[in-house]
């Protein structure tokens, strides 16, 4: 039996590159009305593309009040937009750490609070958190990271407690090693060694995450929530 598919208002956080854009482009190809928000630069085709700095409760504010204009409530959320500022730790500033989580985890939050208005007057949301394979193991130079993409667990399983009776699921996607600006800019090496320990012997693309974000922000999945869901190859297997 197959379900229906209804066509939602999906944001991406962060959606004019990299996982943000695949994500994107997934939800568009599916049929959805899909908007992203970008700082510099567009959404792929199809999308509507609005400008937010997910750091700024009243740039997110603003965005949400466009896409509400123009393509309706918001349904479904993926909080994507991340940033590294890798560094040991001996050396790693408060700027460092505190500029990764206003980012990562409070830039969520300011997404999914300000999402979590209409979700609630609709008695349906799908909250997708992106995380990392590191945000569980841990990772040398990314006490900063780490701890930010840690946080989306507490954070989408808070939400499913809270929310969880009024249809509305939260859920962590935590990708390993995806081909995109950011995994691009550690040394060859690096990522030689980074591949030689992930079961799977390769880094994904974007769109092996971009699928599991669209099935899991689908009505098929409406019974899966506070989950973390893997899309690493195998890397990070306990979580
Ligand atoms: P990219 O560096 O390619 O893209 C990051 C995106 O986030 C860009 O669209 C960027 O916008 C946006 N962004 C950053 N800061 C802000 C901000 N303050 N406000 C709004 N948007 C912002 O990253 P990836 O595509 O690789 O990563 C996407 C997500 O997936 C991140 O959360 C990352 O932590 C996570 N992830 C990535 C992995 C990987 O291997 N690549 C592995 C595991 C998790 P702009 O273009 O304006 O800078």
Redesign the pocket.
Known sequence: MTTEITTRTVLV????????RSIASEFVAAGHRVAV?????EGPEGTLTVR????DTASVDAAFTEIEEKLGPVEVVVA????TRDTLLMRMSDEDFSDVVD??LT?AFRVVKRANKGMLRAKYGRIVL????VGQIGGAGQVNYAAS?AGLVGMARSITRELGARGITANVVA????E????AELPEETQKQYKSQIPAARFAS?EEVARVVRWVASDEAAYISGAVIPVDGGLGMGH
């Open positions: 956080t962060g959606g004019n590159r990299g996982i943000g928000t970008a700082r510099s630069a937010a700095d997910v750091t994507n937009a991340g940033i980012t990562n830039g992106i995380s990392s394979v993409k990708p390993g090693f995806i995109t600006d950011m995994t974007p």
